[in-house]
């Protein structure tokens, strides 16, 4: 088993006013050459953005864009013609393939918006473009993980031209859990959203990152009452159209 581990503390940060970010690796201004990217996971950003305030029109191609709310409504629009509002319980998908342009805005006037938005790298190149996102508040469970991505359709969650799979855990101090890889050569990469938590006994704060790979399954415990964000990806970019 193979392991890394990045502190909250150490994460790059941006502060432009409207929008106050972290990042897990290397994102605009912030370049570290140690922390390019996890596997096939090349962007993990903790943003917040002001009430009123938001992303202007800008774009993408050939990559797949997960957001995450975790407080606060944010409203999406693309040139695919979609105008959506995404919210804590919802994930949202975008694979950019041959190009899109898209922009996300707080319309509330009195409440930031606080999500995660993710970069993997796809395994396939130039797709058309596609817009998804689902609510997983039905599909949640309590001190258990629970899909929300996967590379197929007919799975729960959402889905990504990418052999990834992600998960959430809400759970209760005291309580534990394990996690299989689902395929060979993946790794995983936590984050850990609230509380404090261990993974083979690698203690995690709020925050924290914590990278695993060339291992067959991990075990979890909740050493307070917790919520944990599981990145399964491919450790290898050979798998990526060039």
Known sequence: MKSVLHK??????????????????SFAGYHDPERMHFGVLRVLNDDQVAAGRGFGTHPHDNMEIISIPL???????????????????????????????????????????????????????????????????????????????????????VWIH????????????????SYQIKKEGNGVYAFVLEGEVEINGQKLEKRDGFGIWDTNSFDFKSNTDSRVL????????DNIER
Do not use: C
């Open 8 to 25: 909250a503390a150490t994460r790059g940060h941006a502060d432009h006013g409207w929008l106050n970010s972290h990042h897990t690796f």
């Open 71 to 157: 407080e606060g409504d944010l409203e999406h629009k693309d040139s695919m013609g979609n105008t959506t509002t995404i919210k804590e319980g919802d994930v949202q998908v975008m694979s950019a393939g041959t190009g899109v342009q898209h922009s996300e805005y707080n319309k509330n006037s009195d409440q930031e918006v606080k999500f995660l938005q993710i970069w993997v790298f796809p395994n396939k190149r130039n797709v058309e473009p596609r817009y998804d996102q689902t609510s997983i508040r039905e599909i949640e469970k309590k001190n258990a993980f629970y899909q929300v991505l996967s590379p197929s359709s007919e799975d729960e969650g």
């Open 162 to 177: 990418q052999d990834a799979w992600f998960h959430l855990g809400k759970f209760e101090e005291d309580k534990t859990d």
């Open 230 to 237: 599981l990145m399964e990806i491919p450790m290898s970019l």
